[in-house]
């Protein structure tokens, strides 16, 4: 970002780049839409009246006007109005260019173009300052997989707990168990350690864990996997992503042989990342063990290794970049998932997620549970 160019965003509390220019926390509710403007160390915004107390408590900012100072009117859901007030509060920075990111409203950004010189960038350049983490984000970052991890070691009492009927349904605390039954219980263990569910979390088992984006429904089963994948955030706003295959009773020899081209994958892929790698080097790494184990890959297959190998993460669970196809250098510093998986109807499917800092020469494993599929004995 020039020196010599405004930043204009516009948004909520939910904004993931307002959360990281204010440094507000996941306690902060405001749903109506409002500014702000970065300028070389300066953070400021233009937010209504009934809002402002909640940042000057919560946010540290170099400055905050309201609408009232340009309008006397609720100009909030109007935007015409609200048009003309951002018009008025940008009239004191005219001599200067302002940039905004790819989502910024285009009526108040085509307003705007006849009297300011603006321009609107491709990627927005607050998303790409956040691709690096502070010291302070990892560790919020390495706090919340530690909550993840402790939560997965939670869903792993359960099935160890649970006993199987005679249609290997499991059977916990005199109920078969369900898929919703078990996020219930993973989400209210987050509760209890301030964590939060943003999405439904994957509890998949049997057939519906070949498909890798299945939430899960009905009876937990004995003798097929159980994908689990849960992304919990902390209070700070950053998310846990992690994920596991279970199964309670024999694995399959199929699903054994599928349990080690993950994992074998897995490491390949967690061996050659450091500083400046490119993320499709990685991803080539992972798909080309998964082919030589005899599985095949490729993002259009209908089974198989269909995804991409993992994604960044932070403020927002999936964030730039990816790891598949794209050539972008993996940087030190960026924090990453790597989650290859196998997915086929008549088996099920095996998923294992690590999170991951890259490192100058190689890379800090947030997780420390096993990678290999997980067998639990039946009672």
Not at 14 to 42: A, R
Not at 69 to 83: F, L, V
Not at 209 to 222: E, L, M, Q, V, Y
């Amino acid at each position: 970002m020039s020196k010599d160019n405004i930043y204009l965003h516009r948004g909520t509390s939910n904004d993931p780049n307002i959360k990281y220019l204010t440094g507000m926390g996941e306690d902060v509710d405001i749903s109506d839409k409002f500014y702000i403007i970065k300028y070389k160390d300066k953070i400021i915004a233009l937010i209504g009246r009934v809002d402002k107390r909640k940042l000057e408590q919560n946010c540290d900012l170099s400055r905050i006007i309201t609408f009232g100072e340009y309008s006397n009117a609720d100009i909030r859901g109007n935007i015409k109005k609200e048009t003309n007030v951002l018009t008025k509060f940008l009239n004191e920075y005219k001599e200067y260019s302002f940039i905004t990111g790819p989502k910024f409203p285009s009526y108040i950004f085509n307003q705007l173009s006849d009297k300011y010189d603006i321009n609107s960038l491709s990627e927005n350049p607050i998303s790409q300052k956040r691709k690096i983490k502070t010291k302070v984000e990892i560790e919020k970052m390495r706090s919340i997989q530690q909550c993840t991890e402790r939560g997965m070691k939670y869903i792993e009492k359960i099935l160890k707990e649970s006993d199987v009927n005679d249609q290997y349904e499991l059977v916990w605390k005199g109920n078969i168990l369900t898929s919703s039954i078990l996020r219930k219980e993973v989400e209210n263990f987050f509760d209890k350690n301030d964590s939060f569910t943003p999405y439904k979390y994957i509890i998949a088992t049997g057939k519906d864990s070949s498909d890798p984006h299945n939430r899960g429904k009905g009876p937990i089963r004995a003798q097929v996997p159980i994908i689990v994948d849960i992304f919990p955030y902390s209070k700070y706003g950053y998310y846990g992503d992690m994920s596991r295959t279970f199964i309670k009773g024999e694995p399959s020899q199929k699903l054994q042989s599928m349990n080690k081209a993950v994992n074998k994958s897995l490491n390949a892929g967690l061996e050659i990342i450091e500083d400046g790698i490119e993320a499709n080097k990685v991803h080539d790494r992972v798909c080309e063990v998964i082919e030589k184990h005899g599985y095949q890959t490729g993002v259009n297959k209908e089974s198989g290794f269909i995804h991409s190998t993992g994604h960044s993460i932070g403020l927002e669970l999936h964030e730039n970049p990816r790891i598949s196809g794209d050539a972008e250098k993996l940087k030190e510093n960026m924090i990453l998932t790597i989650e290859p998986g196998l997915y086929y109807e008549d088996i099920g499917g095996i998923r294992t997620e690590n999170m991951i800092r890259v490192t100058e020469d190689g890379y800090e494993d947030f997780n420390t549970m096993s990678k290999n599929l997980i067998c639990i004995p039946i009672n």
